[in-house]
């Protein structure tokens, strides 16, 4: 019996941050989310910082 890899390349689509989390929204519909204690300087940023983001790429990375 033979196995199918299917070889998945996760890209982000919106990026979202409450009080709490990191949210990120993939293309293909999956969402990630992390607590924000996670990344120091992210539980430190105010609200208008944390909107403040950039896709890399095709949505590879997040700035």
């Not at 990630?32 to 590879?60: M, V």
């Amino acid at each position: 019996m033979s196995t199918l890899a299917v070889e998945l390349h996760p890209q982000a689509h919106d990026i979202k941050c409450t009080d709490t989390a990191l949210i990120v929204e993939l293309i293909d519909g999956r969402t990630i989310s992390a607590t924000l204690a996670w990344f120091p300087r992210l539980s430190q940023a105010s609200k208008e910082q944390l909107e403040n983001w950039e896709l890399l790429g095709d949505g590879e990375g997040v700035y």
